[in-house]
């Protein structure tokens, strides 16, 4: 297929238009224009251009490239990263919040069924901020920290008052620490997101709720991979493959 039928299908199924986001979403540097192997991932790192360089068309992450407010030189990193991918002639596709925000694929709708939570609502800017319920009742917090350890395979750091019952759930994923007071005016017991700041710990403390912080790149692994599995039952003919780049934050 072309990169544009793929880029065209994809800004519509994300609604990356209705964004107004830190980076370009959709192509961001192009390369050949029929594509076959796609490569998916969290972040557009030199590892995952080496990897892909084996074979891949295209490039397709959550973290792309040419974010708000970075230095415009094409120097150092920035380079050496650009000149991989234009001598390999593969294509770099990237969608951020339109991946987090997706009722379907995105990260938080793939971390609200993995944790085994019940959608309530949606709220903030862009429905980024989702509020749940366990479906399985209240759940005792340990346990719970324990299932949050399981799905991601890592422990998160958990913060503010972490005794007693899990009734209600805020989340959203990857460096959304600050939606804290925004989950605890919406009466949640816990929030979870991926990083945590220093005045997260006073937050979490002084509003009665606790806090787990689970780990930008672990919370947001999810979502690529759902869109993954989406365009294979679309799109057949292409082969589609996951690379983990590690990444302890």
């Not at 990263?81 to 951020?96: K, T």
């Not at 958990?158 to 005016?185: F, M, N, Y």
Request: proline share 4%; charged share 20%; hydrophobic share 40%.
């Amino acid at each position: 297929m072309q990169i544009k039928e793929l880029t065209d299908y994809l800004n519509t199924y994300l609604n990356a238009g209705d964004f107004k986001d830190y980076a370009p979403n959709g192509l961001q540097v192009e390369g050949r224009s029929e594509i076959r192997r796609i490569v998916l991932g969290v972040s557009a790192s030199q590892a995952i251009i080496d990897h892909a360089a084996a074979g891949a068309d295209c490039i397709l992450v959550h973290h792309g490239w040419f974010w708000r407010g970075e230095p415009s030189q094409v120097v150092g990193m920035k380079r050496r990263r650009l000149a991989a991918l234009l001598a390999a002639d593969i294509n770099l596709v990237a969608y951020h919040l339109p991946l987090d925000a997706h009722p379907v694929v995105g990260n938080n709708a793939e971390l609200g069924r993995l944790f085994g939570l019940k959608l309530e609502k949606r709220t903030g800017m862009y429905d980024l901020l989702n509020i749940g319920v366990p479906k399985s009742g209240p759940v005792p917090f340990g346990d719970f920290c324990s299932r949050v350890e399981r799905v991601l395979g890592r422990r998160p750091l958990a913060v503010g008052p972490t005794k007693g019952l899990v009734t209600r759930v805020g989340w959203c994923s990857g460096a959304a620490q600050d939606e804290i007071l925004a989950a605890a005016a919406e009466g949640c017991d816990l929030y979870i997101s991926g990083e945590i700041s220093e005045r997260t710990t006073y937050e979490a403390r002084e509003n009665g709720i606790a806090y787990l912080s689970a780990g930008h790149h672990a919370t947001e692994r999810f979502g690529i991979q759902a869109l993954g599995r989406h365009l294979s039952e679309v799109f057949p003919e292409l082969e589609i493959t996951y690379y983990e780049g590690d990444n302890p934050v």
